[in-house]
Every structure is written in C-alpha cells, then in structure tokens.
C-alpha cells in the first residue's frame, strides 16, 4: 500500500492553486470540475507522479474550527521536505510568503512554517548534514 493523494483544506481554491504553484513550486496534475468544486491537485516538479496534493475545499461545517483551532496554537496542518530551509526561507519570502517561524534549529532537522494564505500554517523542513 502507497500513499497516492493527501490534502490540505484550502478557503479558495483558485486562490490556493495560484499559491501552491506560483509560490511553492508544485505543479498541476489534475483539474476536474465537479459542480461548484474541483478535483484540484498538484505535485512536486521533482516528483510528477509522486504524491498528489488536493487542494479540497473547506466547506464542510467542522473545517472552520478545526483549522482556525490549529492555527490558533500554531500547529503546521503539513509538513514539506526542502533540500535547505534556510534557502528556501529567502527564496519565499522575496516572493512575499510570510512565515510565522524563521527556520529554526530542532535537533536532527531545521524548520520554519509559513503561512500558506488559505487558512493553513505549513511547515518546511530539511535534515541537518
């Protein structure tokens, strides 16, 4: 058994695609209509038909506080591997992506969390050397 596609529950999800590829890097994969909603996903550039992401839709009632519960203490909803958090510090934040952790030591890894304007904080992490 293989993980295939996880998500990430996005306020928009336009708005989300436009973040996810433009600022972080993923790329599409799929694009169903599906009414009012879409089968929205993207992958890693380095992984095309690696793990999806689906950027689903935030309407069902619990999402709201759920989330917002999350944010509120500050709990990343996912997690990112990057090659350097440090550089991909700087490299997002001359994109305008505001992180509410600069990349911090934690023991075998480096991280820093950003926040990815769709309601969710997201973490990036690399292992140290």
């Not at 934690?106 to 969390?113: F, H, S, Y």
Request: proline content about 7%; charged content about 20%; some cysteine.
């Amino acid at each position: 058994m293989i993980v295939t596609t996880t998500s990430i529950f996005v306020d928009d999800q336009q708005k989300a695609l436009e973040f996810y590829t433009s600022k972080l890097g993923f790329q599409l994969k799929n694009d169903v209509p599906l009414g009012a909603d879409r089968w929205l996903t993207v992958v890693s550039p380095e992984a095309p038909d690696g793990v999806e992401l689906l950027l689903e839709p935030s309407g069902h009632p619990a999402v709201k506080p759920f989330k917002e519960a999350l944010v509120a203490d500050g709990i990343p909803f996912n997690s990112f591997g990057v090659e350097d958090v440090r550089a991909e510090y700087e490299r997002l934040t001359a994109l305008g992506v505001e992180f509410v952790q600069k990349p911090a030591d934690m023991g075998p890894v480096i991280t820093a969390v950003l926040d990815d304007t769709c309601g969710n904080l997201i973490q990036i992490a690399s292992t140290k050397a």
